[in-house]
Antibody, heavy 116, light 108 residues
Framework: EVQLVESGGGLIQPGGSLRLSCTAS????????MSWVRQAPGKGLEWVST???????YYTDSVKGRFTLSRDNSKNTLYLQMNSLRAEDTAVYYC???????????WGQGTLVTVS | IVLTQSPGTLSLSPGERATLSCRAS???????LAWYQQKPGQAPRLLIY???SRATGIPDRFSGSGSGTDFTLTISRLEPEDFAVYYC??????????FGQGTKVEIK
């Protein structure tokens, strides 16, 4: 069974840093495109970042230079290092897999980041 | 690519047909358009990919259609569990992916 479990969220002051983790089971992270998608309270979904199977990383403009996406193949885990956090980064952060169909076919339960 | 969903809210009764629209600001490459369902407090769930293919385990009352810039999600007969928010997403212009703002389907 494919499963994604996020952790690392919490309350952080503006300007602070936080590292989110996403541990996968039932498949191999480095064989897939893996992404983070966030959802501000009461708002819609926003793509944040993606890492390709080859290791290339991509970011939405608002987080470029502040967020870094990486993975640890030995732990089958994805990380999102978030620096210089702002109030507008407050959201539930979801980890998602882009499967063979191309769309985001598996999602974690999300972890809440509150910048205040 | 900007995706615009309409209507913002759809008020219907169980058993009725729901038609949700998603319009793209430019053509979606290879019709790489997906639909997701999200219920309160839950993660999104993939319903439709490639504009018209149902994801694993999705009931056949859900169907997707369209191409180019205009796409539609149809729920043929609403079940109580279908009342939720629905998002479209394009994944054709990688490496950026965009979502629509969502359509809420509520009980009338």
């Amino acid at each position: 069974e494919v499963q994604l479990v996020e952790s690392g969220g919490g309350l952080i002051q503006p300007g602070g840093s936080l590292r989110l983790s996403c541990t996968a089971s039932g498949f191999t992270v480095n064989y897939n495109y893996m992404s983070w998608v966030r959802q501000a309270p009461g708002k819609g979904l926003e793509w944040v970042s993606t890492i390709y199977s080859g290791g290339s990383t991509y970011y939405t403009d608002s987080v470029k230079g502040r967020f870094t996406l990486s993975r640890d193949n030995s732990k089958n885990t994805l990380y999102l290092q978030m620096n210089s956090l702002r109030a507008e980064d407050t959201a539930v952060y979801y980890c998602a897999r882009q499967g063979l169909v191309g769309a985001f076919d598996s999602w974690g339960q999300g972890t809440l980041v509150t910048v205040s | 690519i900007v995706l615009t969903q309409s209507p913002g809210t759809l008020s219907l009764s169980p058993g009725e047909r729901a038609t949700l629209s998603c319009r793209a600001s430019q053509s979606v490459s290879s019709n790489y358009l997906a639909w997701y369902q999200q219920k309160p407090g839950q993660a999104p769930r993939l319903l439709i990919y490639g504009a018209s293919s149902r994801a694993t385990g999705i009931p056949d009352r859900f169907s997707g259609s369209g191409s180019g810039t205009d796409f539609t999600l149809t729920i043929s007969r609403l079940e109580p569990e279908d009342f939720a928010v629905y998002y479209c997403q394009q994944y054709g212009s990688s490496p950026t992916w965009t979502f629509g703002q969502g359509t809420k389907v509520e009980i009338k």
